[in-house]
């Protein structure tokens, strides 16, 4: 069972780079967020940026202009790997026409919550999606993410495995395949990863032996991986409870933790440059029972290594 843990927090730093080179539906704006950042500073820009769209969205009146607001607002944040700010984003894209919330942009949402670590945030937008059914396009990743969602959370490949016979899933078989291989270690998957898909990135990512980078599209479902962890004093049966972006906010939880009983403690994670504080919490000698507590007391959390 640690052997699965272990492979399940692995596969996730993986996974987040691989992600990145699965899409190209935005070639075009990736081009000109390239001259963008030639032209100017990338954090300070995206910052004013990110304030001219808030002031849109928060001024008009047509629900339309306020979704494109917030849709470019989160595609820049997501590109700043901003993960809280593009979720929240994405959220009010999904929500800004009351009569007709988009699914899309609340999967958009589901992924960012996948990539803090935020799991039951990220199921309850994957099930408003797949409830109510009216977006026929968007419910294919909306499974797909569910079923991933259930892999790193419980270490159950079995939704994803399903997938693989149906057609929808093309595009997301050779992700399933490492996903599965990662986290079982069956060989089985790995073979056919290979057999099948030779050229894609899990593949070079495999043979390669390390991370694969690139310029991240604004569809990137994880983090980009690449990332360089400040060890704490000992992470073995620890527990994630919160990823932040702002280090108060972790100091926030750590508080809070203490007062439902819980030992906490705060390190540090550098994306593409940007730090995020990261509140891992002690999982004793029972590390399950802890996770159990924890999340009962209303905390999400899962194992690390």
Not at 42 to 69: D, M, N, Y
Not at 92 to 100: F, Y
Not at 268 to 276: C, D, I, L, P, S
Request: charged fraction near 20%.
């Amino acid at each position: 069972m640690l052997m699965k843990k272990d492979a399940c927090i692995r596969i996730r730093g993986r996974l987040r780079s691989v992600a990145l080179l699965r899409y190209s539906a935005v070639k075009m704006f990736s081009a000109l967020f390239l001259l963008f950042v030639v032209q100017y500073s990338f954090t300070e820009s995206v910052e004013v940026e990110v304030l001219r769209l808030e002031k849109i969205a928060e001024s008009s009146s047509s629900a339309s202009e306020r979704r494109a607001a917030y849709t470019q607002m989160a595609r820049l944040l997501y590109l700043a790997g901003d993960m809280e700010r593009a979720a929240a984003a994405w959220q009010n894209a999904a929500l800004a026409d009351k009569n007709n919330r988009d699914d899309a942009a609340l999967i958009e949402a589901a992924a960012c919550f996948v990539a803090m670590g935020a799991f039951d945030a990220a199921s309850a937008n994957v099930r408003m999606a797949l409830v109510s059914g009216k977006s026929p396009a968007v419910i294919p990743r909306a499974r797909y993410l569910a079923a991933t969602i259930e892999a790193f959370r419980r270490f159950d490949i079995a939704p994803l495995v399903a997938l693989l016979s149906d057609s929808a899933y093309e595009q997301y078989k050779p992700s399933i395949y490492y996903i599965a291989w990662r986290i079982s270690g069956t060989n089985e998957y790995k073979t056919k990863l290979f057999s099948e898909y030779p050229n894609s990135p899990e593949t070079l990512a495999i043979k390669d032996g390390k991370t694969v980078s690139t310029f991240p599209s604004v569809f990137w479902q994880f983090l980009p991986s690449g990332a360089k962890e400040t060890p704490l004093s000992s992470q073995t049966g620890m527990l994630q409870t919160g990823i932040f972006s702002v280090e108060k906010n972790a100091m926030e939880l750590v508080k809070n933790l203490k007062i439902a009983g819980f030992e906490s403690e705060i390190g540090k994670k550098t994306v593409n440059g940007r730090t995020y504080w990261v509140v891992l919490t002690h999982g004793g000698e029972n590390s399950a029972m802890t996770l159990a507590r924890l999340k009962a007391a209303g905390f999400n959390a899962f194992p690390v290594k």
